[in-house]
């Protein structure tokens, strides 16, 4: 069973419908089509730390190259759940065996994440299976520890071209910001890990981690 118990109790359950949000809150209109996301936790393995996995997208993709993100993409028809199609398509990405996938629950609905039409299903692995990329989808897997996207050190609010922020994190020359950076930022509060940062750190997102990207 899994060890992050104080999370598992912040999550929603598994396969159930999703909570529905006032379409009045929403910060922009959702995609047609619905998506699902893995945000996939290590147990710790040989450290005792777990980590997040994330993939850089691959940089001639059409749709969002370069960004950094969770595994995942659209629903198929032939997807049973969402859950099924967030694990499919991290199969797909990174070569994840299914069966080393434990769900786990799924991150709580928000304004934003009805904007993106999606499901976040939250799952856990043993984190010691080798990955492989996709490279037409992913030009690498990262992989970083939960007490380091904690720290204050890599926790940054990212000035956006339209004149928003949000939350980022900086890992070496890695950016995490958008959406991404929503959901992780919802995970270290849910699962009790989250700590004081200045909100205030403000920086310039880089041309490579939004480029053909319309910013809304």
């Known amino acids: 069973m899994s060890t992050f118990t104080g999370l598992v109790e912040n999550l929603d359950g598994l396969g159930g419908p999703t909570p529905v949000v006032d379409p009045t809150n929403l910060p922009f209109p959702p995609p047609a089509r619905s998506s699902a996301i893995l945000a996939l936790l290590s147990r710790g393995g040989a450290t005792g730390q777990p980590d997040l996995l994330f993939t850089e997208r691959a940089h001639d993709l059409r749709s969002h190259p370069g960004q950094v ?3 995942g993409g659209r629903i198929d028809p032939g997807d049973p759940t969402p ?3 967030a694990v499919r398509e991290a199969a797909e990405e990174v070569g994840l065996e299914p069966e080393a996938v434990e769900l786990l629950g799924r991150l709580p609905s928000s304004p934003l994440v009805a904007s993106f ?4 299903v939250v ?3 043993d984190g010691d299976h080798a990955l492989v990329p996709e490279p037409g989808e992913v ?3 990262l992989r970083y520890p939960v007490d380091l996207l904690a720290s204050p050190d890599v926790r940054r609010s990212a000035k956006l071209p339209n004149g928003r922020s949000g939350p980022a994190f900086v890992v070496d020359d890695i950016v995490i910001w958008g959406f991404t950076a929503h959901l992780v930022d919802r995970l270290l ?4 890990w989250a700590g004081d940062w200045d909100t205030d750190a403000l920086i310039d997102v880089p041309e490579r981690f939004w480029r053909g990207r319309r910013i809304r």
């Not at 039409?117 to 976040?120: D, I, L, R």
């Not at 509060?189 to 009790?192: D, M, N, P």
């Open 69 to 71: 993100s969770f595994p």
């Open 83 to 85: 859950e099924d199609a």
């Open 117 to 120: 039409n999606a499901t976040v």
């Open 123 to 125: 799952g856990a692995w």
């Open 139 to 141: 030009a690498q897997i």
């Open 189 to 192: 509060a849910l699962g009790g």
